[in-house]
């Protein structure tokens, strides 16, 4: 049974960091982009970052130089790491896997087909 679980959100301060992960069982991790996902209150879910299978990476442009998106497939799990975070990265952030095999990393919602339940993040003094 495919399953994404995120973890590693929290309550961290203005400036501080947080590493993400997904682990994904129920699929060889190895042939699958995954995308990291955040929705604000209010707000639409909005992309984040992607890894493809080999390893090409995408970055939405509010967080790109403060995110690092990587993998371990050995481990079946991807990270999101970010760095000097802001009261605006404050959202649930999801991962989702691309079940097509090899395909270049999706930027919008619809190029996701499974999806994990969320973890909170939130950027706060």
């Known amino acids: 049974q495919l399953q994404l679980v995120e973890s590693g959100g929290g309550l961290v301060q203005p400036g501080g960091s947080l590493r993400l992960s997904c682990v994904v069982s129920g699929l060889t991790l190895d042939y699958h982009a995954i995308g990291w996902f955040r929705q604000a209150p209010g707000k639409e879910r909005e992309g984040v970052s992607c890894?493809?299978?080999?390893?090409?990476?995408y970055y939405a442009d509010s967080v790109k130089g403060r995110v690092t998106i990587s993998r371990d497939n050995a481990k079946s799990t991807v990270f999101l790491q970010m760095n000097s975070l802001k009261p605006e990265d404050t959202a649930v952030y999801y991962c989702?896997?691309?079940?097509?095999?090899?395909?270049?990393?999706?930027?919008?919602?619809?190029?996701?087909?499974?999806w994990g339940q969320g973890t909170q993040v939130t950027v706060s003094s």
């Open positions: 890894i493809s299978s080999v390893n090409n990476t």
């Open positions: 989702a896997a691309d079940l097509g095999y090899d395909t270049p990393c999706g930027r919008t919602e619809p190029e996701f087909d499974a």
